[in-house]
T-cell receptor
Framework: AQSVTQLDSHVSVSEGTPVLLRCNYS??????LFWYVQHPNKGLQLLLK??????LVKGINGFEAEFKKSETSFHLTKPSAHMSDAAEYFC?????????????FGKGTRLSVIA | DTGVSQDPRHKITKRGQNVTFRCDPI?????LYWYRQTLGQGPEFLTY????????KSRLLSDRFSAERPKGSFSTLEIQRTEQGDSAMYLC?????????????FGPGTRLTVT
């Protein structure tokens, strides 16, 4: 069975400082991993995805994540936070080799950006 | 806008009433998923369709929940005899069977409030 654990329910950073949102995963298969972002009153938007190609994945809006199999981690980072990054972020796992496996979401990390 | 659409965006109903939500996927997508998101949690998978076939429904929360996709295009999710615990955001997503594995595109959701 697949699962993800987001280690922080809330992260607060100052504008212009780095962002780190932590995620550990558990998967019976070689996983596909994703980060989604949810802004208030908006739909979930895919930030980036890992599907067994390069372990360092670049996404939209300057975000990136690194797949570390030895640590079962897929942490999301951004060098410099912007006010518009304030949102809820979800780490998601899916079993790549099982086409019928639905997405499994973490509980989310709320990112606050302080001016 | 050619994204996933959901209707209505908000629904307030009294306990015991039936409600039905509609989802229109991206037009060329043959997979359609339903999720439920409660406050402070990540989305939870309910069911999904490939074309008109419902391939997974064991995760529907109870026999009061049912979903259809009669012509392989739009889908409806019905909740019968609503309870206060059904209050949540109901999300729809769609994807292609081929293409990037498990990359799902989400609609804005229907927020249900049961009074």
């Amino acid at each position: 069975a697949q699962s993800v654990t987001q280690l922080d329910s809330h992260v607060s950073v100052s504008e212009g400082t780095p962002v780190l949102l932590r995620c550990n995963y558990s998967s019976s298969y070689s996983p596909s991993l994703f980060w989604y972002v949810q802004h208030p009153n908006k739909g979930l938007q895919l930030l980036l995805k890992y599907t067994s190609a390069a372990t360092l994945v670049k996404g939209i809006n300057g975000f990136e994540a690194e797949f570390k199999k030895s640590e079962t981690s897929f942490h999301l980072t951004k060098p410099s936070a912007h006010m518009s990054d304030a949102a809820e972020y979800f780490c998601v796992v899916s079993g790549r080799n099982s086409g019928n496996t639905p997405l499994v979401f973490g509980k989310g990390t709320r990112l606050s950006v302080i001016a | 806008d050619t994204g996933v659409s959901q209707d209505p965006r908000h629904k307030i109903t009294k306990r015991g009433q039936n409600v039905t939500f509609r989802c229109d996927p991206i037009s060329e997508h043959n997979r359609l998923y339903w999720y439920r998101q409660t406050l402070g949690q990540g989305p939870e998978f309910l069911t999904y369709f490939q074309n008109e076939a419902q391939l997974e429904k064991s995760r529907l929360l109870s026999d009061r929940f049912s979903a259809e996709r009669p012509k392989g295009s739009f889908s409806t999710l019905e909740i019968q005899r609503t309870e206060q615990g059904d209050s949540a955001m109901y999300l729809c997503a769609s994807s292609l069977v081929t293409g990037p594995p498990h990359e799902q595109y989400f609609g804005p959701g229907t927020r249900l409030t049961v009074t």
